[in-house]
């Protein structure tokens, strides 16, 4: 497994992993509109398959950089994946990217019910500062935000 720069060739396998990933999966154009966006940054990681003389992305990581902050928009690793450190790994390719940047903090937006991706962020050093209720419309479900600090703000 390495990690590359996403692209927009790669939108079939991010839309793939997506659809595995999340109940409620974002849509083919709002993947590309992250791709495209100019304050943006995305990483895949990619497997080879040398069996099938392929590879493929298995996972991947879309934030924004907005002042001194990185919001992660999505992360995400297909099912068959997880548990291998892909997450973590996208997930420190993001704050090189946001020490890169001089952000200072990183901010996210989790489902309560997301419990593997809480402890996830909790052991990555996030943690809950409030709550956004009905954050999402097809369900009405709060959303937890966390933030990690990557330096103290100046």
């Known amino acids: 497994m390495y990690l590359t720069p996403a692209c927009i060739d ?22 590309l509109d992250e791709l ?7 990483c895949v990681a990619r497997q080879a398959l040398p069996a099938k003389g392929q590879e493929v992305v298995v996972g991947y990581i879309m934030v924004r950089f907005l002042l001194d902050e990185m919001h992660l928009m999505k992360l995400a690793v297909a099912p068959r994946w997880r548990r291998r450190g892909i997450a973590t790994d996208l997930l420190v390719a993001a704050q090189q990217e946001a020490s890169r940047r001089d952000a200072t ?7 309560p019910s997301n419990e ?24 009405g479900e709060d959303a937890l935000v966390m933030l990690k600090r990557l330096k103290e703000e100046s």
């Open 10 to 31: 790669d939108i079939e396998n991010i839309l793939s992993v997506e659809t595995e990933s999340f109940v409620q999966p974002w849509r083919r154009q709002a993947l």
């Open 116 to 139: 593997a991706a809480i402890l996830f962020y909790h052991a990555a050093g996030f943690q809950i500062i409030g709550r956004r209720p009905n954050y999402y419309p097809q369900t």
């Open 36 to 42: 495209t966006h100019p304050d943006a940054f995305q």
């Open 105 to 111: 903090v990183i901010l996210l937006e989790v489902r």
